[in-house]
């Protein structure tokens, strides 16, 4: 709508800048290190001047070919990737201008032809002067190609030279989690928070990451928002779950996995979730049900779906089924007496006694 095509004016600016003077450069141009724009400012207002330039100068190709034919090229090349005609989920890309960026060696050529027909020390002079372009632009490459590595190294130039990336800001989060450092991953989680709260997948991640501090509360909420945003993704559908179920919101953790079975189809894991939302609910007839589908799901080879379909056999007045359920639990256990004795412990909270011979 006009949104997009504000945007599609933003990134104007940041064409010409990047084909003449690309000093200063970014992997990614998410927020904050450019913002979109809902009404028109003054880089969206200089965007549509130049947008204009490029069509008038373009039109010039029949007769000016000299002059018209690099602005052509320009124009027809980023259409596709300018957001004019449809969105492309980013607003610039540097990625995008490899094909464009055409125009400038086309304006090159022809002025070099054009001046190779003046004066010798015009020529000279021209010569010299592109030299030392050339000479920067190579400079320039040389020292940005180490950078992209790998993604590690791009995301901590990101965060180097944008510290106001929220994906920076994110990437830099789950990086320091990983090595353990919990006190700065939640400073950066914060910050890339702070400064875009309305990707639903950084509000996933960052429930998740709420979920393994077992932080129930706080990552059902953050997980609300991102669900709010895009209502129809699996992935935060099932954290959400599982953030419902361990601050013990059965039925909304009930809701959030039938959404997810609709999204995705049937799952062991969604079975699990699904028996532990209806056995906090004590509906433990379906409880049952949904264990049975888990254990048949999962080839009936985990003890754990065996002792917690247990469990909601006995609390369905089954005592005899619930017996077998957690014998056959042992058996899976296949030995292992740490396991057996969780099996046993399961089996005594439900106060089911040992199968009689």
């Known amino acids: 709508g006009s949104h997009r095509i504000l945007n599609a004016f933003r990134a104007w600016?940041?064409?010409?800048?990047?084909?003449?003077?690309?000093?200063?450069?970014?992997?990614?141009?998410?927020?904050?290190?450019?913002?979109?724009?809902?009404s028109m400012s003054a880089f969206a207002f200089v965007g549509a001047i130049l947008l204009v330039v490029t069509i008038a100068v373009a039109c010039t190709t029949p007769w000016r070919p000299d002059i018209g034919f690099g602005a052509a090229w320009f124009l027809i090349a980023v259409l596709p990737v300018s957001n004019l005609l449809y969105t492309i989920g980013v607003i610039i890309a540097e990625r995008v201008l490899y094909l464009p960026s055409f125009a400038v060696a086309a304006y090159g050529a022809y002025m070099w032809t054009a001046l190779a027909r003046g004066p010798r020390r015009q020529f000279a002079i021209a010569s010299t002067?592109?030299?030392?372009?050339?000479?920067?632009?190579?400079?320039?490459?040389?020292?940005?190609?180490?950078?992209?590595?790998?993604?590690?190294?791009?995301?901590?130039?990101?965060?180097?030279?944008?510290?106001?990336?929220?994906?920076?800001?994110?990437?830099?989060a789950v990086r320091a989690l990983q090595r353990g450092d919990?006190?700065?991953?939640?400073?950066?989680?914060?910050?890339?928070?702070?400064?875009?709260?309305?990707?639903s997948q950084l509000l996933t991640e960052l429930g998740a990451y709420d979920l393994q501090m077992k932080r129930y509360g706080m990552a059902a909420r953050v997980l609300e928002g991102a669900h709010k945003l895009h209502p129809n993704v699996s992935r935060?559908?099932?954290?959400?779950?599982?953030?419902?179920?361990?601050?013990?919101?059965?039925?909304?953790?009930?809701?959030?996995?039938?959404?997810?079975?609709?999204?995705?189809?049937?799952?062991?894991y969604?079975?699990?979730?699904?028996?532990?939302?209806?056995?906090?609910?004590?509906?433990?007839?379906?409880?049952?049900?949904?264990?049975?589908?888990?254990?048949?799901?999962?080839?009936?080879?985990?003890?754990?779906?065996?002792?917690?379909?247990?469990?909601?056999?006995?609390?369905?007045?089954?005592?005899q089924e619930a017996r077998l359920a957690f014998d056959t639990a042992v058996a899976r256990a296949a030995g292992n007496d740490s396991t057996v004795a969780e099996v046993q412990r399961m089996r005594k909270s439900a106060n089911i006694g040992q199968l009689a011979p």
């Open 13 to 38: 600016p940041e064409f010409v800048r990047l084909l003449i003077y690309p000093q200063d450069l970014s992997a990614d141009y998410s927020p904050a290190v450019i913002l979109p724009v809902e």
């Open 129 to 172: 002067a592109l030299a030392v372009v050339l000479a920067l632009f190579a400079a320039r490459t040389v020292t940005r190609n180490p950078e992209w590595k790998d993604t590690k190294t791009i995301m901590t130039v990101i965060l180097r030279d944008h510290p106001e990336s929220y994906r920076g800001q994110w990437s830099e």
């Open 182 to 199: 919990t006190a700065q991953s939640e400073q950066h989680w914060a910050y890339a928070l702070q400064l875009w709260p309305y990707d």
């Open 236 to 268: 935060t559908e099932q954290f959400l779950a599982m953030a419902y179920l361990d601050s013990h919101q059965y039925e909304h953790a009930l809701t959030a996995v039938n959404h997810s079975i609709q999204l995705i189809g049937p799952t062991s």
């Open 270 to 319: 969604l079975y699990e979730l699904r028996a532990r939302s209806l056995m906090g609910l004590r509906r433990n007839d379906e409880a049952v049900a949904a264990w049975r589908a888990t254990v048949r799901e999962q080839g009936g080879n985990t003890w754990m779906q065996w002792g917690m379909m247990g469990r909601a056999l006995a609390s369905a007045g089954k005592p």
